[in-house]
């Protein structure tokens, strides 16, 4: 069978075409999220689909391309690409939207007439994060990048009327754009000393190393060190994940799930692709580089989370570390990736999950969220915190969740690879991170305070369905692939194309 | 039938039993729990049944490929070793649950968490697998830590934390080692690695490679045994722990330190045992005299028992560490009988704090006369722990100081002084609770009930049997230890030595072995 010539682009277009809807719809048909809610469900279940069929069609014909310049002899730069790497992207970026997208539907309850925005903007968001992961070519990857961090910096600002939240789109706003600057800067500082765009294939960065003798080699590493730069602060690694915190507390927390998870899957799939795809014969040059910064990730983040009061704020400073942990499956080399991918797919339902029960507990619209406010969540809905127990339990590593699989599988790879001192700080990072994965579950099962707090403590928690569905899900992955990987780490393991 | 599999799943499926009970009906909890956790001793009886003293090492062998790339497979096997760390495991969980009847807050999360904990316990001694073990031996931790934290005492917070902290320090060195062992062992098959214990014994490590992961599994076993200067947090989590969990703690959490020692840095690393032995065997020595001493000194009873556990698992590491035949027998037995003499007094003074709610020594006096049964196996339960002939706790105690007289001589002495100390906290403190004028905050206190009497009753008589006829238990210990020393002797130019061969005539007498020690004990 023939691929269609436009399924590369189907889930860009699937999404797009969603976000159109959703606003025509709203528009043509009053804002009564009956109407457009599930046109916008629907897009992000269809974009999961086409993923699916994106992954079959590359498993039978072996990927395509699209917007390639084949008769443009000089460039020949496809500027998108499908191949199994691509199409797992959209698998999981498209499912992990759709369960970011039922955590928000409080949120959007709250927003009222403008949750059609709201939506649209998810929409865009998921599109733009998955342009990212789906070419070879880094002005594209910059597009899909700016896209979903400008839909991102609205997604913030989104309740700004309430505390932190236009603090938050700002900070984010600011310093996104700082680092998308940055990355642009690199992108061309790069072209200007290889004279290509395009990562691998024909005259492109991969072939310059191989094959020139590289004659601006300043350029060429100040262009690669802003690229580095400026994609480390998306996926929030330390030292570049000052803003995490502030973001994660501001913005609602409805829709903090998607860009933690998305920007995670995104950013660490676009690193992949530019260091594997383009520069993986200068491994042994940037390898240290990433190696350092992992370890500094592992240890600031898991350091910072350990006093945080604020169950957002620990989540975001625990995001840093669990940016560490992925970073470790890049500096191990290709062999890495098969880590790389269960790490991210299993920790984007994670996160997505816990920030469902944040927005459950305190509100899909709250910005701050203390740690207190957990307490007794064991007897106000004994489901909820059982099922926050299994998403803690899987952030922190423990065996029989999938985080554990996910750090073994890094360890393994970057052990390999000679960087035993990284093993070493990972397992230890991963202890202290027990200290307060673990108080969220003590928090949540505790005795104590049951007669000191006011009466709001004792009522039960009744969590709306679509929400208790993002949880369930988030959970099940989290507890599934942690007692039987082998099905994910079956498809993660074909989708290598470099 | 793959019924170690099968023994692993019961404690599991009777949690989820559990858990499915109608809320409206708590009163069913109890008896469904002790139901269901009778399940895995019956398989555990079985096991002990069929288990043939002529036949291999291993038996009940299964093996599932789960992944051919990694190298892991779901790999389990009973030996004489974990034959009766499996039997312990599943006696000791139901008598700790029969003991919880006065657990009513939330007393099905408890059952839940207790019988996930027998499971994971469970896989933790039959696999053979080091990465299917290491998630069992990790996985440990979270049920104990919520049974701590939820139903422990005052400083219960702080106590769970401190737990899980000392143990996942260790467990963090444990996963660097085996992740190191395993792409060593990798290299051999051509694969990228392979968690495979059997295959992972066949591989010639470098010694200096040894060493460090000698260091990297002997710390997370040493902080599980605890073995000092890694017991600081024992203390704390067995006085804190609710009854049942201070008796799991004791009787079973704590073999999976010992267990790992012998099944792991023994066997992967003899180059670097043997280089280590002496490290170990102060370390324990020390732990003996200390924890001993320590006991004396406690004004709380719990803790005094905590600390006694410090100074009983000493001897364990002693006799695993001097590597003769009769040592190692004795540390296997020494982990049967401190999990039923300890078990016993833990569960002793769980009785009383439900009735009196102190623990501090200084609140009792004249029990005896209050309570003239729970005095009697009191007092059994005492001698037993201490060291009494024809009592479980003689004969561990007993070879592991004949059996490291060969290798370890002074230390053997020294700790011979453990053995006498135990009499002394024991009985001094059975002195100022039992004895005297009849403290008037515990007069008119019920003695114990027909259910406490029944729980009591078991340990009572296996400390009794086993102290008077160890020989079963020691056929079915000696070939697997021997296998475990023969397999150092083969790999080291290390020569176990053995009582013939040295001139000493008064041991001469003991040279036949293990049915010999009880009548030493007798005379």
Redesign the interface.
Known sequence: MQSAAWLPVAFEVTLLVGALAVLLVAVVAGRSRDVWGPVAGIAFAASALMGVWQWIDVETNGGGLFFSSDNFSIVRSPMVVMDSFSALAAVVLGAVGFVAFLSSWDLQAQLGKRAAEFSALMLLAVAGLHMMTATPNLVVIFIGLETASIAFYVLAGFTRKTEGSDESALKYFMLGSLASALFLYGVALTFAATGSLTLYGVNSIRNFFSGQLITEPGILLVGLALMLVGLMFKVSAAPFHQWAPDVYQGAPAGAVGVMAAGVKVAGFAALARIFLGGMISQIDAWAPILAVIAALSMVVGTVMALVQDDVKRMLAYSGVAHAGYILTTIVAGV?GLEAMWFYLATYAFMIVGAFAVVSAVNGPGSGAAPIASLKGL?RRSPETAWLMAILM?GMSG???FAG?VGK?LA??AV??AGY?WL??IG??T??IG??FY?RI??TM???DGDATDESTESESLSVSLPTRFAIVIAAVVTFFFGVVP?PL?DVVRSALPF | MPVLTILIALPFLGAAVVALLPTRRPETVFPVALGVSMAPLAVAVYLLAEYSIDGAVFQFFENYVVSERFGIAWELAIDGISLFMVVLTALLFPIAIAASRSVTEKAKTYMVLMLILEGAVLGVFLALDLIVFFAFFEIVLIPMYLLISMWGSERRAYAALKFVLFTAVGSAFLLVGIIVLALQAGDATGTLSSFDWRLMLAIDISETTQFWLFIAFGLAFAIKVPLFPFHTWLPDAHTEAPTAGSVILAGVLLKMGTYGLLRFNLSLFPDASVDLAPILGVLGVIGIIYGAAAAIVQPDIKRLVAYSSVSHMGFIVLGTFALTSQSLQGSVFQMISHGLTTGALFLLIGMIYERTHTRAIADYGGLAKVMPVYAGIFLFSAFASAGLPALSGFVGEFMILVGSYLTFPVLSIVAGFGVILAAVYLLWAYERVFTGEVNPKIAGLKDLSFREIAIMVPLVVLIIGLGVYPKPVMDRIQPSVESILERVETATDYEAPEFGRIADVEMVEHHDGPSDSHEGGEG
């Open positions: 062999p064991a339990l423990m065996p029989f554990f073994v360890f393994v052990a390999e035993l093993v070493i397992t230890l991963t202890v027990l200290v673990l579950v003590a099962f505790s005795r082998w780490l």
